[in-house]
T-cell receptor
Framework: SQQGEEDPQALSIQEGENATMNCSYK?????LQWYRQNSGRGLVHLIL?????REKHSGRLRVTLDTSKKSSSLLITASRAADTASYFC????????FGTGTSLTVIP | GAVVSQHPSRVICKSGTSVKIECRSL??????MFWYRQFPKQSLMLMAT?????????EQGVEKDKFLINHASLTLSTLTVTSAHPEDSSFYIC??????????????FGPGTRLTVL
């Protein structure tokens, strides 16, 4: 399968703590994207990192990409209860393939 | 930003009936549209890719006669689930891209349609 794998599958933290999610994939990519999905809702695009980039920031989000290890991480700093959602990585080559997702719960 | 809508957002139907889901790009022309399926607490699985005016390309294991896709214009694609059964109950999400949707092209996602087959 070309689908990426994410870990952990589920993560529960206290508000204010940092949350780190990892994504590993198998094929070569042009870019990797992270999405957020609230329960039963559509996807919200968070950030895109290109294959020639190693790190990218957007607000409280920090994404890293290691193409030699075929892995990426998403760090959410100073988490809030509103960050509770599922987070998916998507690897983009000729096609879009979504990872298995991490369910994040931020406890107020 | 680019907006993609889906209609209906929820549909409940009886087993054996057909259901049509619409995906529209509201403020851009979508050369390519994608249909995904998502089971509870699972990831999105690509079902098919459709290009305006041509036949859809289905992923392995997806029945093309079961899931009919029509991309009649640059702003509209439809997915028809024919003779729906309870196992077809799922969350269906479309996305649209101005280009081919791969590489550095951006896909814009619709809000999804929850299908429940009784």
């Amino acid at each position: 399968s070309q689908q990426g794998e994410e870990d952990p599958q589920a993560l529960s933290i206290q508000e204010g703590e940092n949350a780190t999610m990892n994504c590993s994939y198998k094929t070569s990519i042009n870019n990797l994207q992270w999405y957020r999905q609230n329960s039963g809702r559509g996807l919200v695009h968070l950030i895109l990192i290109r294959s020639n980039e190693r790190e990218k920031h957007s607000g409280r989000l920090r994404v890293t990409l290691d193409t030699s290890k075929k892995s990426s991480s998403l760090l959410i700093t100073a988490s809030r209860a509103a960050d509770t959602a599922s987070y998916f990585c998507a690897t983009v080559g000729n096609q879009f393939y979504f990872g298995t997702g991490t369910s994040l719960t931020v406890i107020p | 930003g680019a907006v993609v809508s889906q209609h209906p957002s929820r549909v409940i139907c009886k087993s054996g009936t057909s259901v049509k889901i619409e995906c529209r790009s509201l403020d851009f022309q979508a050369t390519t549209m994608f249909w995904y399926r998502q089971f509870p607490k699972q990831s999105l699985m690509l079902m098919a890719t459709s290009n305006e005016g041509s036949k859809a390309t289905y992923e392995q294991g997806v029945e093309k006669d079961k899931f009919l896709i029509n991309h009649a214009s640059l702003t509209l694609s439809t997915l028809t689930v024919t003779s729906a059964h309870p196992e077809d109950s799922s969350f269906y999400i479309c996305s649209a891209a101005q280009g081919a949707g791969g590489g550095t092209d951006t896909q814009y996602f619709g809000p999804g349609t929850r299908l429940t087959v009784l």
